[in-house]
């Protein structure tokens, strides 16, 4: 088992804000590396070249997507204030950039937010959830389950037998497999869960980010988080996709917006 802290270890080349990564190919979907590991990879090289200690939001670009093995990170501080920390950085793979973000680090608190017009997600309780297995059937595997432990809500899971609900919504509970807590960095995975929302609808098959933004608004207490992801519009070959993450406590620590490809029937 890979576990995240090692899957994202960087080297750093001497005093300049570049990093070698070896990408781990159990941080994958089907032979694709996942989307919130690569942007967790950029947000962990961000945060050593800054002096605030945490993400509080990205905005990722996917342009080429790269392979498991050596890949290099640049990153370049924008602007360094009191407050925040603002940063760009790339992901290459030889030579040909895969992966940009825009990055801004600053500092969270675990304590509870002074207003909040999001009512947590109600899902039941976790040993009552269905979970996501690493084998999805036709030889196609999903590394990811093996290092994060997901359980879908049983009234979105029906996909898996031919009957998706076609709300566009789909809960569930995410762990990471090791054991960990989540933290800031490690969360960009559980806000973009697996299965693609488009399953629910009744549209199978890969669904590949073009753009992801994440905000993280507070510490995560220990234990699962739940995320709710629901779908707004598909059409144009492209469809949105938005996440929401709520801890132990009920509090809303992280929110994400996509748009990936899809291919409508």
């Known amino acids: 088992m890979a576990h995240f802290q090692t899957a994202t270890a960087l080297i750093r080349r001497g005093d300049r804000p570049v990093f070698d990564i070896e990408l781990d190919p159990q941080w994958t979907i089907g032979a694709k590396l996942h989307g919130g590991y690569l942007l967790a990879v950029l947000a962990r090289a961000a945060a050593g070249v800054s002096s605030h200690p945490h993400l509080t939001a990205i905005s990722g670009s996917f342009s080429v997507a790269p392979e498991p093995g050596p890949a290099v990170v640049e990153v370049e501080v924008l602007r360094e204030g009191r407050g925040l920390t603002q940063l760009r950085a790339r992901?290459?793979?030889?030579?040909?950039?895969?992966?940009?973000?825009?990055i801004t680090q600053g500092v969270l608190t675990d304590g509870d937010a002074w207003w909040s017009g999001v009512d947590p997600v109600e899902i039941p309780p976790e040993q009552d959830c269905l979970p996501v297995p690493a084998d999805g059937g036709g030889g196609f595997r999903i590394g990811l389950m093996d290092v994060v432990e997901q359980r879908l809500d049983p009234a979105a899971?029906?996909?898996?037998?031919?009957?998706?609900?076609?709300k566009g919504v789909i809960s569930s509970w995410l762990r990471l497999a090791d054991g960990s807590d989540w933290d800031p960095v490690s969360l960009l995975v559980a806000l973009d869960p697996v299965p693609p929302i488009s399953y629910d609808l009744g549209i199978a098959g890969w669904a590949p980010t073009v753009q992801f933004t994440a905000y993280l608004r507070g510490l995560p207490a220990p234990g699962p988080v739940r995320v709710r992801m629901r779908a707004g519009e598909i059409?144009?070959?492209?469809?949105?996709?938005?996440?929401?993450?709520?801890?132990?406590?009920n509090?809303?620590?992280?929110?994400?917006?996509?748009i990936a490809a899809v291919r409508v029937p």
Do not use: N, Y
Not at 235 to 249: F, I, P, Q, S, T
């Open 157 to 166: 899971a029906g996909f898996a037998v031919g009957q998706p609900s076609r």
């Open 251 to 258: 509090r809303l620590i992280g929110q994400a917006t996509q």
């Open 91 to 102: 992901l290459s793979q030889h030579g040909a950039p895969c992966t940009e973000a825009l």
């Open 235 to 249: 059409g144009g070959d492209r469809m949105d996709e938005v996440a929401e993450l709520w801890d132990e406590k």
